[in-house]
């Protein structure tokens, strides 16, 4: 089992950045691929992006290619989702998942029926 942890969050100007992160304590961190995704007030949770278990393998949400970018570090337990270019539209729930697989370079899906264990969230607020 794999506890997660998000921190990063807060409120921040459109234009903007911010770099959220997600600690994970538990079973290896390495054997889990990662994703992001979030949840605006009203909305459905949406997929943002994901990582592989060696961080060789990533992919991003259309809604948010070419202004977020998700890295990890095995060595810290940690993945960090950079945004830049923040919009309004971006103000949500932030939250990482992670999946248990094997192979180091396995992409998860953007489904996040198929994630095994779940972070409690971070808010991001994104002002006009």
């Known amino acids: 089992q794999v506890q997660l942890v998000e921190s990063g969050g807060g409120l921040v100007q459109a234009g903007g950045s911010l770099r959220l992160s997600c600690a994970a304590s538990g079973r290896t961190f390495s054997s889990y691929a990662m994703g992001w995704f979030r949840q605006a007030p009203g909305k459905e949770r949406e997929f943002v992006a994901a990582?592989?278990?060696?961080?060789?393998?990533?992919y991003t949400a259309d809604s948010v290619k070419g202004r977020f970018t998700s890295s990890r570090d095995n060595a810290k337990n940690t993945v960090y989702l950079q945004m830049n270019s923040l919009k309004p539209e971006d103000t949500a729930v932030y939250y990482c998942?992670?999946?248990?697989?094997?192979?180091?370079?396995?992409?998860?899906?953007?489904?996040?029926?198929?994630?095994?264990?779940w972070g409690q969230g971070t808010q991001v607020t994104v002002s006009s």
């Open positions: 990582i592989s278990r060696s961080g060789n393998r990533k």
């Open positions: 998942a992670a999946k248990l697989r094997d192979g180091s370079s396995w992409l998860p899906p953007s489904n996040g029926e198929e994630y095994d264990y």
